[in-house]
């Protein structure tokens, strides 16, 4: 059983509880808090795609399987930014799954109305139109595919999609597993097929912060070299360093 699951929107907002006004507010009230949405996490999927690129240089015909993807954001960044078209995304999260087609207006209408603002005029709606834009969460040329990749049929329907796939990526997965579910879970990527390289995006173990109780212990933290023993042949990353191993 994970460490941790995101099946509810609640699990979500948990952990991305982030302020949404990066360019400042009135101290006459609290910041508006988005949380997992589209404006307040696509910054940092914009800075992850870019590292990712600027890392691993991979040709645009490289075939891209992103898993734990969420809203496919970093998945979006790498087509309408750099180019990449050939990108399946995962996510299991019934979350996910039920809302990734559907609208946030109204999260965003009731976050600038919890801090006393009307998104319907004045400085609440000039909020709205800095962060809403109409249409789906989900804007990845693919929809989030439900699939967990933990049988023949899942990674068939998988490849079926592009054919063999050169690159896969976990985003934010490993550290909610066990290491045994870390370990089957790796078997499974790869064998969607012959050739496939995993690497895996998290956050790293840091003592001090563990000590201090700002890293959640509910996550099974590690250092870089400590992943890379748990499974020698995969390529582990630092969302807080960038370091490679």
Same mark, same amino acid.
């Given at each position: 059983m994970p460490r941790k699951t995101y099946n509810t929107k609640a699990d979500f907002d948990a952990d991305y509880d982030v302020g949404a006004e990066r360019d400042g507010r009135p101290n006459t009230r609290p910041q508006i808090r988005l949380n997992y949405n589209?404006?307040?996490?696509?910054?940092?999927?914009?800075?992850?795609?870019?590292?990712? +690129?600027?890392?691993?240089?991979? =040709?645009l015909t490289t075939k891209i399987l992103i898993v734990g993807a969420g809203y496919a954001w970093t998945a979006e960044i790498l087509e309408s930014v750099y180019g990449y078209?050939?990108? +399946?995304?995962?996510?299991?999260? =019934?979350?996910?799954?039920s809302t990734q087609d559907a609208s946030e207006e109204s999260e965003i209408d009731a976050a600038i109305t919890a801090v006393g603002l009307d998104p319907a005029s004045g400085e609440g709606l000039g909020k709205k139109n800095q962060f809403y834009t109409p249409g789906n969460r989900r804007r990845h040329s693919r929809n989030v595919k439900d699939e967990s990749l933990n049988n023949n049929g899942s990674r068939n329907r998988i490849r079926n999609i592009l054919g063999d796939l050169d690159v896969a990526i976990t985003e934010d997965v490993v550290a909610t597993l066990d290491d045994s579910e870390v370990v089957t879970a790796a078997g499974w990527i790869d064998s969607v097929n012959a050739g496939i390289d995993v690497i895996h995006l998290m956050?790293?173990?840091?003592?001090?912060?563990?000590?201090?109780?700002?890293?959640?212990p509910i996550f099974n933290w590690k250092t870089l070299a400590d992943w890379k023993l748990l499974v020698p042949s995969h390529t582990f990353v630092s969302l807080q360093t960038w370091e490679v191993i």
């Open positions: 589209r404006a307040s996490m696509l910054p940092y999927c914009e800075a992850r795609a870019a590292k990712l +690129v600027e890392i691993f240089a991979w =040709p078209t050939d990108i +399946v995304t995962t996510d299991t999260s =019934p979350h996910i799954q956050a790293v173990l840091q003592p001090a912060k563990l000590a201090s109780g700002n890293q959640d």
